[in-house]
């Protein structure tokens, strides 16, 4: 099999690339990477937004806009995130391959210097980004983190990840807080970037469709006009163990989410990592898991019920959703069936069946852009990058005695529960 | 015999073939050979819409419970020896269905043991096992299901804009009913629906992804034999072209109000050609999309985010309409300037430039999607069920002139036939 290197193209910069001809389209993204710093999350965060709105070639959201129109609808997608305890700030396009544009454009070159572009000459007045685009991507940021209290699945397992971390800045959101998006000025945002550029680890990838020369020379070129000299690689941390915490909100809702993270202690790059995923997917991973054979299936308590592990920092977290009465009733047979687990109750059909579940998905990595780009971000940290099919023969290995050594690990930390308002009928 | 025809696009540079199977199935296999993985949709005509019934030479009316093509759908994985899920969990798929206003599908994606993988999906679709103990199970899961969706924003603004829309037409209802319209399920209005909808003459075998046709016929030809099968009238009460009502609010646990504008169009139970088709989604580009005129005005008085603004046709037996949805501090300005600008189009037309973009635009997107064996499956089926074909919609978007466009703006987007919906915060 090929090895997937990651090559160095400045200090700290590395480039990615899979190009395959298979696909109709290409995708190029830059990933910046630093440390959480509370004090900067929210200006930094502003950055990929502020920037993907206009840039020095196309100085204008609209004039913008209609380049992609004319690059037959390509995509440029910027956000902030979260990766292990950095924030991550990403830039990504995505158009079709030149085969299929009209004209035979070279689709990789135009898609990659409008890249550019974006990230090293943002549309700047007298020296720093313009007053009004700011106004503008505050208000946008503001209302997405407004947005997120809207899908209730998805903000209790936030405020379940805010409590597990307690206060710590991997708790924190990768958009820092309404307030301090607020704050934030054009001249100590454009620092931002200046540092961005200078100090983040930088992580290109470039897949599909795609001439891998001429991306990785184009932004070699543009890093070699870069100091790089401050750089700094990143690590995360492990999260230390600590008593059990519960929290409960009532809000207008007719069903309730629950949400409980465990510790495992199993994150990148231990060696029983495998073992751990295939504890999770014979957890709740998968429609013959305990969790959905026994709570939805057995004891009809919810229409979902799964188990997700985050190989970073080694947390297991279940969710579901359920009527107020049936919250205990849920908690309880989830604690039981990991219970089980952990005494070794485990058959061999649930084995196999998690493990070819988990290889399916691994084998199906190489035939979607998107996926590619994930799988080989997610192993910024790691020390030798491994491709999918690499993956599914290591999970093929794990041993039962493995699986419930790795389930001993698992202890309970944080329980989230939004709930319905209470004196309401519904 | 069963007959096999090969339809190329030199657009895509691909083909697929269209097999009139001798059972009346007819099957699309769409061979992506560089693949990993393949995405199988073996899916029926018969929706949440389809409460109300004839069967040739039959003089009864039947009329089924709302919500019952999604419980039917649920309890169909179920068989006497077990459930399907199960049977998947010994190839690794990973299998799903889904059920819309007008069509259940059962699908699944494999890497590995395609062929057993289909066999199993054939094979359960086609053994229904409902009995008292079994359907009644299910009221918890599906209840949950329902309360979930009860408190999801997006859903609760789509389907209050359809109830105001709609008079009689069953698209007013949710797709899995209400907690009270699935207690009059029962395993005998369940087998009526089966033996009703799911004969072959009304289905869709789809396949996209690293597949070979001799083999799919082969498993074709043993799972399925002809069948005495008679025609079901499908009966809808006669829908006024008016709408109910040109506004409705509801309060619910979000953050900022949420809204969706929607113009009801003419809409009868043969869809429209793929010519008008194309030529409507490259309209809603010129109006809509982030390039546009109407978008930049929004944006830049604080009425719409980038995040959240978007616009669909959305069309099915007996429906159509356009549609604008998002969140918006001012909903009513937002409905204000839309129709403003619709009138503004309608006057002045727009530019050979600006029509051109938008097609160039919608192309680029319909190429791309082409790239995933999931999407091609399903495209392939839904369209299949509307009467259109894969490739000819693309060759259409291809071939729309400007004139085709300006028909449809034309002819559409009356303002006494919108309705606003809004969900505003408590």
Same mark, same amino acid.
């Given at each position: 099999m090929e090895k997937i290197i990651r090559r160095s193209i400045a200090d700290g910069v590395h480039f990615l690339s899979i190009p395959d001809p298979k696909f109709k389209t290409l995708r190029i993204t830059m990933h910046f990477l630093m440390p959480m710093q509370p004090e900067l999350l929210s200006d930094r965060a502003l950055l990929p937004f502020l920037m993907g709105r206009a840039s020095q070639a196309y100085?204008?959201?609209?004039?913008?806009?209609?380049?992609?129109?004319?690059?037959?609808?390509?995509g440029l997608n910027s956000d902030a995130g979260k990766m292990g305890d950095a924030q991550v700030l990403s830039y990504s396009i995505t158009g079709i391959?030149?085969?299929?544009?009209?004209?035979?454009?070279?689709?990789?070159?135009?898609?990659?210097?409008?890249?550019?572009?974006?990230?090293?000459?943002?549309?700047?007045?007298?020296?720093?980004?313009?007053?009004?685009?700011?106004?503008?991507?505050?208000?946008?940021?503001?209302?997405?983190?407004?947005?997120?209290?809207?899908?209730?699945?998805?903000?209790?397992?936030?405020?379940?990840?805010?409590?597990?971390?307690?206060? +710590?800045?991997?708790?924190?959101?990768?958009?820092?807080?309404?307030?301090?998006?607020?704050?934030?000025?054009?001249?100590?945002?454009?620092k931002c970037w200046e540092q961005m550029l200078r100090s983040a680890q930088v992580e290109i990838l470039a897949f599909g469709d795609c001439d891998v020369q001429a991306i990785c020379s184009l932004f070699a070129q543009a890093f070699s006009k870069v100091d790089r000299s401050g750089f700094s690689p990143l690590k995360t941390e492990r999260i230390p163990l600590s008593p059990i915490q519960r929290m409960e909100e009532q809000q207008d809702?007719?069903?309730?989410?629950?949400?409980?993270?465990?510790?495992?202690?199993?994150?990148?790059?231990?060696?029983?990592?495998?073992?751990?995923?295939?504890?999770?997917?014979?957890?709740?991973?998968?429609?013959?898991?305990?969790?959905?054979?026994?709570?939805?299936?057995?004891? +009809?308590?919810?229409?979902?019920? +799964?188990?997700?592990?985050?190989?970073?920092?080694?947390?297991?977290?279940?969710?579901?959703?359920?009527?107020?009465?049936?919250?205990?009733?849920?908690?309880?047979?989830?604690?039981?069936?990991?219970?089980?687990?952990?005494?070794?109750?485990?058959?061999?059909?649930?084995?196999?069946?998690?493990?070819?579940?988990?290889?399916?998905?691994?084998?199906?990595? +190489?035939?979607?852009?998107?996926?590619?780009?994930?799988?080989?971000?997610?192993?910024?940290?790691?020390?030798?990058?491994?491709?999918?099919?690499?993956?599914?023969?290591?999970?093929?290995?794990?041993?039962?005695?493995?699986?419930?050594?790795?389930?001993?690990?698992?202890?309970?930390?944080?329980?989230?529960?939004?709930?319905?308002?209470e004196g309401e009928d519904k | 015999m069963s007959f096999t025809e090969k339809v190329v696009s030199p657009l895509a540079g691909d083909y697929y073939y269209k097999i009139h199977h001798d059972s009346g199935l007819v099957i699309y296999v769409y061979p992506k050979e560089h693949n990993n993985s393949t995405f199988a949709v073996f899916g029926?005509?018969?929706?949440?819409?389809?409460?109300?019934?004839?069967?040739?030479?039959?003089?009864?009316?039947?009329?089924?419970?709302?919500?019952?093509?999604?419980?039917?759908?649920?309890?169909?994985?179920?068989?006497? =020896?077990?459930?399907?899920?199960?049977?998947f969990s010994k190839t690794g798929a990973s299998a799903n269905a889904y059920t819309s206003f007008d069509t259940t599908c059962y699908l699944f994606s494999s890497a590995q043991n395609l062929y057993e993988s289909l066999q199993i999906l054939? =094979?359960?679709?086609?053994?229904?096992?409902?009995?008292?103990?079994?359907?009644?199970?299910?009221?918890?899961?599906?209840?949950?299901?329902?309360?979930?969706?009860?408190?999801?924003?997006?859903?609760?603004?789509?389907?209050?804009?359809?109830?105001?829309?709609?008079?009689?037409?069953?698209v007013r209802e949710d797709i899995a009913g209400t907690v009270d319209s699935i207690r009059a399920i029962t395993p005998e209005n369940l087998y009526l629906c089966y033996h009703t909808f799911y004969n072959l003459k009304n289905m869709v075998l789809s396949i996209a992804g690293k597949v070979d046709p001799e083999k799919v016929l082969e498993i074709c030809d043993k799972a399925f034999h002809q069948q005495e099968t008679p025609e079901v009238e499908r009966i809808f009460d006669r829908e006024p072209?008016?709408?109910?009502?040109?506004?409705?609010?509801?309060?619910?646990?979000?953050?900022?109000?949420?809204?969706?504008?929607?113009?009801?169009?003419?809409?009868? =139970?043969?869809?429209?050609?793929?010519?008008?088709?194309?030529?409507?989604?490259?309209?809603?580009?010129?109006?809509?999309?982030?390039?546009?005129?109407?978008?930049?005005?929004?944006?830049?008085?604080?009425?719409?985010?980038?995040?959240?603004?978007?616009?669909?046709?959305?069309?099915?037996?007996?429906?159509?309409?356009?549609?604008?949805?998002? =969140?918006?501090?001012?909903?009513?300005?937002?409905?204000k300037e839309i129709l403003k600008e619709l009138e503004t189009v309608r006057k002045e037309g727009f530019s050979s430039e600006t029509f051109l973009r938008a097609k160039k635009s919608v192309y680029g997107r319909n190429i791309s999607a082409?790239?995933?064996?999931?999407?091609?499956?399903?495209?392939?089926?839904?369209?299949?069920?509307?009467?259109?074909?894969?490739?000819?919609?693309?060759?259409?978007?291809?071939?729309?002139?400007?004139?085709?466009?300006?028909?449809q703006l034309q002819q559409g987007f009356d303002p006494e036939k919108r309705v606003l919906s809004v969900i505003y915060p408590e």
């Amino acid at each position: 099999m090929e090895k997937i290197i990651r090559r160095s193209i400045a200090d700290g910069v590395h480039f990615l690339s899979i190009p395959d001809p298979k696909f109709k389209t290409l995708r190029i993204t830059m990933h910046f990477l630093m440390p959480m710093q509370p004090e900067l999350l929210s200006d930094r965060a502003l950055l990929p937004f502020l920037m993907g709105r206009a840039s020095q070639a196309y100085p204008d959201f609209t004039v913008l806009s209609q380049r992609l129109d004319d690059l037959y609808g390509a995509g440029l997608n910027s956000d902030a995130g979260k990766m292990g305890d950095a924030q991550v700030l990403s830039y990504s396009i995505t158009g079709i391959s030149g085969k299929y544009a009209f004209d035979g454009e070279n689709m990789s070159e135009a898609l990659g210097h409008l890249l550019e572009n974006i990230v090293f000459s943002p549309a700047f007045e007298n020296g720093v980004f313009r007053a009004e685009d700011l106004r503008q991507e505050k208000r946008q940021l503001c209302e997405m983190i407004d947005s997120e209290f809207n899908d209730k699945r998805v903000y209790a397992k936030r405020r379940c990840e805010e409590l597990l971390h307690r206060g +710590s800045p991997c708790g924190y959101s990768a958009y820092g807080t309404k307030e301090s998006i607020l704050r934030a000025d054009p001249t100590q945002l454009k620092k931002c970037w200046e540092q961005m550029l200078r100090s983040a680890q930088v992580e290109i990838l470039a897949f599909g469709d795609c001439d891998v020369q001429a991306i990785c020379s184009l932004f070699a070129q543009a890093f070699s006009k870069v100091d790089r000299s401050g750089f700094s690689p990143l690590k995360t941390e492990r999260i230390p163990l600590s008593p059990i915490q519960r929290m409960e909100e009532q809000q207008d809702v007719s069903q309730c989410k629950l949400v409980m993270a465990f510790r495992s202690g199993i994150a990148q790059p231990d060696d029983l990592l495998p073992a751990a995923k295939v504890m999770s997917a014979v957890f709740g991973g998968t429609p013959s898991s305990k969790l959905f054979l026994n709570v939805r299936e057995k004891m +009809s308590l919810c229409y979902y019920c +799964s188990a997700q592990f985050n190989s970073l920092k080694g947390i297991l977290y279940v969710q579901s959703g359920v009527n107020t009465e049936n919250i205990s009733k849920a908690e309880n047979e989830i604690l039981h069936q990991l219970k089980e687990m952990q005494q070794g109750n485990i058959t061999e059909e649930e084995i196999q069946a998690a493990k070819l579940s988990m290889c399916n998905s691994l084998n199906t990595v +190489s035939d979607s852009l998107n996926a590619l780009e994930g799988w080989y971000f997610s192993q910024v940290y790691a020390s030798e990058i491994i491709t999918p099919e690499q993956a599914a023969a290591e999970i093929q290995s794990v041993t039962k005695e493995q699986i419930q050594f790795a389930a001993s690990q698992v202890t309970l930390d944080t329980v989230y529960c939004l709930k319905e308002r209470e004196g309401e009928d519904k | 015999m069963s007959f096999t025809e090969k339809v190329v696009s030199p657009l895509a540079g691909d083909y697929y073939y269209k097999i009139h199977h001798d059972s009346g199935l007819v099957i699309y296999v769409y061979p992506k050979e560089h693949n990993n993985s393949t995405f199988a949709v073996f899916g029926t005509r018969f929706g949440s819409i389809n409460t109300k019934f004839r069967i040739q030479g039959e003089t009864e009316i039947y009329r089924v419970p709302d919500g019952i093509a999604h419980y039917l759908e649920h309890k169909l994985f179920e068989s006497e =020896e077990g459930d399907a899920f199960s049977k998947f969990s010994k190839t690794g798929a990973s299998a799903n269905a889904y059920t819309s206003f007008d069509t259940t599908c059962y699908l699944f994606s494999s890497a590995q043991n395609l062929y057993e993988s289909l066999q199993i999906l054939l =094979e359960f679709v086609q053994d229904p096992y409902f009995t008292e103990e079994n359907v009644k199970k299910e009221q918890g899961i599906i209840g949950q299901e329902i309360r979930m969706y009860e408190d999801d924003p997006q859903w609760r603004v789509t389907f209050n804009m359809l109830k105001g829309m709609y008079h009689t037409h069953p698209v007013r209802e949710d797709i899995a009913g209400t907690v009270d319209s699935i207690r009059a399920i029962t395993p005998e209005n369940l087998y009526l629906c089966y033996h009703t909808f799911y004969n072959l003459k009304n289905m869709v075998l789809s396949i996209a992804g690293k597949v070979d046709p001799e083999k799919v016929l082969e498993i074709c030809d043993k799972a399925f034999h002809q069948q005495e099968t008679p025609e079901v009238e499908r009966i809808f009460d006669r829908e006024p072209e008016t709408v109910c009502t040109h506004y409705v609010e509801q309060n619910l646990s979000v953050s900022m109000p949420l809204f969706q504008l929607g113009f009801k169009e003419k809409a009868g =139970e043969q869809l429209i050609p793929v010519k008008q088709l194309a030529a409507r989604e490259i309209l809603l580009e010129i109006l809509a999309s982030d390039s546009s005129p109407l978008f930049r005005c929004l944006l830049d008085s604080d009425l719409i985010n980038e995040n959240s603004f978007d616009s669909e046709f959305f069309e099915g037996p007996g429906y159509g309409a356009y549609l604008f949805s998002g =969140e918006s501090k001012n909903p009513r300005a937002v409905e204000k300037e839309i129709l403003k600008e619709l009138e503004t189009v309608r006057k002045e037309g727009f530019s050979s430039e600006t029509f051109l973009r938008a097609k160039k635009s919608v192309y680029g997107r319909n190429i791309s999607a082409l790239n995933s064996a999931d999407s091609v499956a399903n495209s392939m089926a839904s369209l299949a069920f509307s009467g259109r074909e894969l490739f000819a919609y693309l060759q259409a978007l291809r071939d729309v002139e400007l004139e085709a466009v300006l028909e449809q703006l034309q002819q559409g987007f009356d303002p006494e036939k919108r309705v606003l919906s809004v969900i505003y915060p408590e």
